[in-house]
């Protein structure tokens, strides 16, 4: 049973081979967008409400109905002389109906169906720039922490070459168990971050294949750079987002489709004419043997003059509607403001700290150095020089953070205008 599990796993590692290689952020997003299923899910709801303006315009086009019939029937009437007669009864009829006009009724349907399918479309773009988002937040968030990982072994290395070498001062009489004893935990604790940086690389994999369904080759992954310029006024980039943003313009759709669901209300008020031909081919009906033809073209019209006020109460229900869909076509805009806002924020400020935090890793850097050497020749102490390697590697973590963070920012920010597809290439 083991053999058979270990060759099922292999057989599933070799299935993902092809994925595995070359990986780029475009590559990945673009595979992300062909098999995710809520992108796939959102991309058949467009396909449905295509569907339903068709069937919305089918109400412009005539209708053609056929019927036909046998059956006994027993007829006492003064047509038959008040005799009971009983004859086999056959039907047969064609019927075509053209609407002329309904009040509107079709066309304010084919407007509604075109909006809904608008919002749908618009939705799908939000869908799969949302998707290409968190796409790139895993890509990044892999990268981050394989090098988070590398700064951790590193880490690692230098406690362990400081630790051999207390360990030799201390068996030649010069160095004190108390340093021993600081660096040992100092490594122990080194050992327990490189066990926890090891964990967090495996649990950045495991988002990275929920996201994709790839499972990644950190060796074949490239640091993405953001090709477009962001705009230098964030009046600008609102500007864009409220001309862009699929989410926007998903509602601005969903306000087209309620106004035009309003205006069909209307077509109750008005009168309906229908041209109708009739065509019937009747035997033996109502007890009198013979054929009997019988052919109809009339211009019909139907006018309702009172159904107990239903159409108005549904006319003020749908001016409801109307303005629920203005009201949240105006949240969204607030929202897509926020969005933009918050990000552009984030984006700033790791923008004007970046200079100081390679300033920090550089003279911590050169601090360390320093302190080794007034180390080996005894006027610094082993706190002061671990105290100085901490300083380095917490600044080299927090650099390496905003390194990612930077890039994973100006994709917010892109995402906010609605422009991540574009800047990525997934489009």
């Known amino acids: ?13 070799v299935n993902m081979t092809p994925y595995a290689s070359a990986l780029t952020l475009k590559e990945t997003v673009q595979h992300t967008l062909e098999t995710h299923p809520e992108v796939l899910a959102a991309h058949h709801v467009v396909q449905s409400r295509g569907e339903e303006v068709r069937e919305a315009k089918a109400g412009y086009l005539p209708t053609v109905d056929l019927a036909a019939g046998i059956g006994r029937q027993t007829v006492e009437a003064p047509s038959t002389g008040d005799e009971e007669v009983s004859l086999t009864r056959h039907e047969a009829s064609a019927s075509v109906r053209q609407m002329l006009f309904d009040g509107f009724a079709t066309s304010e349907e084919v407007n509604r169906q075109e909006a809904r399918q608008s919002s749908a479309s618009y939705k799908a773009v939000e869908v799969e720039e949302n998707t290409a988002l968190r796409v790139a937040e895993v890509y990044l968030n892999l990268l981050r922490q394989s090098q988070l990982l590398d700064l951790a072994r590193e880490t690692l290395q230098e406690h362990q070459n400081i630790h051999d070498q207390m360990v030799l001062r201390n068996k030649s009489g010069v160095g004190s168990k108390a340093d021993l004893d600081q660096i040992t935990a100092r490594l122990a604790l080194a050992q327990s971050n490189m066990i926890t940086a090891q964990s ?6 495991t988002n990275f294949y929920r996201v994709t369904s790839i499972y990644p080759n950190l060796d074949e992954l490239k640091m993405p750079t953001v090709n477009q310029v962001l705009p230098s006024l964030i009046q600008d980039a609102e500007k864009t987002a409220v001309e862009q943003h699929p989410t926007l313009l998903s509602a601005t759709a969903d306000v087209e489709s309620a106004e035009a669901q309003y205006q069909a209300t209307e077509s109750n008020y008005w009168p309906r004419l229908q041209l109708e031909a009739d065509q019937r081919w009747d035997e033996d009906v109502d007890g009198i043997e013979g ?3 019988d052919t109809v073209v009339a211009l019909r019209m139907t006018y309702n003059l009172y159904n107990g006020g239903a159409d108005k109460a549904r006319r003020k229900s749908t001016a409801y509607l109307l303005e629920q869909a203005r009201d949240i076509r105006n949240n969204t805009h607030r929202q897509v403001i926020e969005s933009l806002r918050l990000s552009w924020t984030a984006f700033q400020t790791i923008q004007g700290q ?26 610094r102490t082993l706190l002061d020089l671990l105290n100085t390697e901490n300083e380095v590697i917490e600044s080299k973590r927090a650099l390496i953070n905003a390194n990612y963070d930077g890039v994973f ?11 991540l597809l574009k800047d990525i290439g997934g489009a």
């Open 1 to 13: 049973m083991r053999t058979l599990q270990i060759l099922w796993v292999g057989l599933v590692l």
């Open 200 to 205: 967090n690389l495996l649990d950045a994999k």
């Open 291 to 293: 054929d009997n033809e």
């Open 354 to 379: 970046m200079p100081y935090l390679e300033m920090h890793v550089k003279a911590a850097t050169d601090t360390r150095e320093a302190y080794q050497k007034q180390f080996n020749i005894g006027k």
């Open 409 to 419: 920012s100006q994709y917010r920010v892109l995402n906010s205008m609605g422009q």
